[in-house]
């Protein structure tokens, strides 16, 4: 199926690893320009030649720390320059810490609504103009099934990312004449932040093996496993492309059955 990304600009942050990458991966086997950032310059680099093995299209890398307002601010206009425009946002973000309630201060609360809420606040408002200009413009958010079902010792992501759905439908109707906007809810995909949490579970004891913990992850899924990254980024390159033109303020469960809610 083609879906009709040739030759569109499209933006993902926090792409250097995991769900990100695998985004911008779908987005440039599409044939899509895709900009990428990270904090790292030998992770970017390295994602940067990742995604360019994938795709025809161009491929901009930009150090960036999305928790800096200017660095996201200069990472969209950089990337609107770049590319004359932006069709497609893909809003992504790094891992905050796993923790119980009463384990977790307050600087983690404030550090956890920068990563995940404030991130996504200040890219879409630095990329809306551009948006709105596109024949295309589409948002892609992608979050965790965490905001529907939480999940045990992550009282952080439970909390945090349910502000980025509202962000979401909040703007699917704003926005609905000219921009449309998704979430993705992503359940256990084998990612290097999979393999923080089980290793942090092994500190713990929870584990006596990285693969019991792998074991116990894929335990609730219905399908029996984990999932590919590229499974979830071919969803968000579907909900970026004009095959999902009717599809706006949805919030997608991309977990292999498990959510029960």
């Known amino acids: 199926m083609d879906l009709g990304l040739d030759g569109n600009a499209a933006l993902v942050t926090a792409s250097t690893s995991g769900l990100g990458l695998a985004s911008a991966r779908a987005l440039a086997r599409e044939g899509a320009n895709v900009a990428i950032c990270g904090r790292t ?35 969209v206009e950089t990337t609107a320059e770049a590319y004359d425009g932006i069709d497609h946002v893909v809003t992504s973000a790094g891992g905050v810490p796993s923790g119980a309630f009463l384990d977790t201060d307050d600087r983690d609360w404030y550090r956890a609504y920068d990563m995940l809420v404030m991130s996504h606040v200040w890219t879409l408002r630095a990329a809306h103009q551009h948006l709105t200009e596109s024949d295309a413009g589409s948002v892609v958010s992608i979050t965790s099934t965490s905001v529907s079902e939480a999940i045990d010792g992550l009282v952080l992501s439970n909390a945090v990312r349910r502000a980025v759905v509202g962000t979401i439908d909040t703007i699917a109707r704003e926005w609905a004449q000219d921009v449309r906007a998704n979430v993705v809810m992503p359940g256990a995909h084998e ?23 792998l074991e116990d992850w894929a335990a609730p899924i219905p399908l029996g496993r984990i999932g590919d990254p590229m499974e979830l980024g071919d969803v968000v390159a579907f909900l970026s492309s004009e095959r999902a033109s009717f599809v706006t303020g949805a919030t997608l469960p991309i977990d292999g059955g498990r959510t029960r809610s």
């Open 191 to 213: 990612t290097p932040r999979i393999e923080e949490l089980i290793e942090q579970a092994l500190d713990r004891g929870e584990y006596d093996s990285y693969e019991a913990g």
């Open 41 to 75: 310059k030998s992770d970017l680099d390295e994602a940067k030649a990742t995604v360019e093995a994938d795709g025809g299209g161009d491929v901009m890398a930009r150090q960036a720390d999305i928790t800096d307002p200017d660095d996201v601010e200069d990472f």
